[in-house]
T-cell receptor
Framework: ETGVTQSPTHLIKTRGQQVTLRCSSQ?????VSWYQQALGQGPQFIFQ???????GRGNFPPRFSGLQFPNYSSELNVNALELDDSALYLC?????????FGPGTRLTVL | AQTVTQSQPEMSVQEAETVTLSCTYD???????LFWYKQPPSRQMILVIR??????QNATENRFSVNFQKAAKSFSLKISDSQLGDAAMYFC????????????FGAGTRLTVKP
């Protein structure tokens, strides 16, 4: 059984650019959640996708958007990057209660 | 809104000793789940233990156990016989049973294990 994977591992962008982060769910998991973890803080919920539909959103602006594909993999897109978007982005897949996290993508915005 | 507070930014423990990490939460809901996650330097969050609010019995997983005090809204993690591999950031998390797409995390406690 393959675990949750994320790509890329690290990414450096400049302010104003756009970025796409990718997540492959654990086999059979139909739900993917995305979190932003700023340095020294706990993860904050961005949004969740269930069977290709957004199923809840945290307190993040519309420039944070996502997609879930028929194979349940997912993308997080961030437009008009700001310095404060620098963080570790985690995705987690789940089938029922327990969430399984990927290793994250470290995004640095200069 | 639900909030999770971890009041200990850092803790240390001697190898083979016991340590307790504290967590309090605020909610008006009666049914929810509480979790402790471990995040080692590899960054991958790993579930340590889970507690359902409707269960009175405290959850236990090998060397890890919790003290769940629902009335006090307290959920501490006890690590017995600490090992060097237990060194990591530990996050307490809350998840509603009614709105299960939003997991709230505390700010974390960094645990150091001394040999």
């Amino acid at each position: 059984e393959t675990g949750v994977t994320q790509s890329p591992t690290h990414l450096i962008k400049t302010r104003g650019q756009q970025v796409t982060l990718r997540c492959s769910s654990q086999s059979g998991h139909n739900t993917v959640s995305w979190y932003q973890q700023a340095l020294g803080q706990g993860p904050q919920f961005i949004f969740q996708y269930y069977r290709e539909e957004e199923n809840g959103r945290g307190n993040f602006p519309p420039r944070f958007s996502g997609l879930q594909f028929p194979n349940y993999s997912s993308e997080l897109n961030v437009n008009a990057l700001e310095l404060d978007d620098s963080a570790l982005y985690l995705c987690a897949s789940s089938l029922r209660l327990e969430q399984f996290f990927g290793p994250g993508t470290r995004l640095t915005v200069l | 809104a639900q909030t999770v507070t971890q009041s200990q930014p850092e803790m240390s423990v001697q190898e083979a000793e016991t340590v307790t990490l504290s967590c309090t939460y605020d909610t008006s809901e009666s049914d929810y789940y509480l979790f402790w996650y471990k995040q080692p330097p590899s960054r991958q969050m790993i579930l340590v233990i889970r507690q359902e609010a409707y269960k009175q019995q405290n959850a236990t997983e090998n060397r890890f156990s919790v003290n769940f005090q629902k009335a006090a809204k307290s959920f501490s993690l006890k690590i017995s016989d600490s090992q060097l591999g237990d060194a990591a950031m530990y996050f307490c998390a809350y998840r509603s049973s009614y709105n299960n797409n939003d997991m709230r995390f505390g700010a974390g406690t960094r645990l150091t294990v001394k040999p």
